[in-house]
């Protein structure tokens, strides 16, 4: 009696038909992997956000409802510190309270940094991305726009002072050439000169996300565009500014977060004179008021927030994205 040799299943199988069902295998192999694992890899990014960003808010809006003397600061769970926030503004005066005339004042400073930065960022990252054309030249020039981040903010802050100032060499430079008899007061220490350093300082904020997205942008869109008939305004206005809009969004949130809380910016360059909400808040931490200051850090977060709701209304990031 003679036996047959039966052949395995896959002896006939086409070497790709392997492969695939080998591929096959390890998919199936991976979505059984533990969920423990996926959390695990989270956890420690997740550990770092809980102790520096959830904990100190729900510390400082814990503290903002404790009561505090001039004597002391108590636990406790009272509203007068919001109250004194907001005191005199719904009284029915014809003039803005304080509180409403600082936030106006640190908003004016918002829209005209965000608008010269949008100018200037925009138009720097068209040129590195559009007009330079080897990869090398527009990594240097990148670089050469980072420069100014290798020192600290206070350093190239206090350096418009020298060029600013009375006796600066802008004023000595324009008597000496006869444009004026006598130097301008309004270079320093005044709103002009806040914006100026404001726009210096963080112009890059918003030149780096708008270069981000231009590169990621398709030549063929913008040939296709010229081939067309379009001239090169309907092109950038057709077809660039809509396909660069998440890079101006998260560069606007980044100029407009960080405006609106800076304090130190505009009490050097506009002389301890100009009212900021960050200042109101220096102040009061510099006056031991930590409840009144912690119930101002969270209307001006909450300020905030409300501003990049309304620019995520205006842009579905992650639609673009």
Partial sequence: MT???????????????????????????????????????????????????????????????????????????????????FYGCFSGGS???????????TLKFVAIVWAATLGIGFTVAYFLAFHVRTLPMQI???????????????????SWIPLLGRNGLVNETLVSAGLIDTPIEWLLYSDFAVALALIHL????????????????????????????ASGFQTLTNVIIPL???????????????????????????????????K??????NFLQFPIAAANAIVLLAVVLLTIWGMLRLVDIRKEL
């Fill in 140 to 158: 240097t020039l990148f670089m050469i726009c980072t420069i100014p981040f290798w020192t600290s903010n206070v350093i190239r802050m206090i």
């Fill in 202 to 229: 963080y112009t890059l904020f918003m030149v780096v996300p708008i270069f981000n997205s231009m590169m990621r942008i398709d030549r063929s869109l913008i040939e296709a565009a010229y081939d067309g008939g």
């Fill in 244 to 278: 660069v809009k998440p890079g101006i969004l998260i560069g606007s949130i980044f100029v407009v977060t960080i405006v609106t809380g800076d304090y130190l910016t505009i009490g050097i360059m506009g002389g301890q004179q100009i009212a900021s909400v960050g």
């Fill in 3 to 85: 036996k047959t040799l039966e052949a395995p299943a896959d002896a006939g199988a086409a070497p790709q038909d392997k492969r695939r069902d080998a591929a096959a295998g390890r998919v199936r192999r991976t979505s059984w992997t533990p969920r423990w694992v996926a959390y695990a890899q989270a956890a420690p990014m997740a550990l770092v956000f809980l102790l520096f960003f959830v904990l100190p808010l729900v510390a400082t809006f814990i503290v903002s409802f404790w009561n505090y003397t001039e004597y002391s600061i108590e636990p406790a769970f009272v509203t007068t510190n919001y109250t004194d926030v």
């Fill in 95 to 105: 003039a803005l309270c304080t509180t409403f005339a600082t936030y106006l004042s």
């Fill in 280 to 285: 109101v808040i220096q102040t009061q931490i």
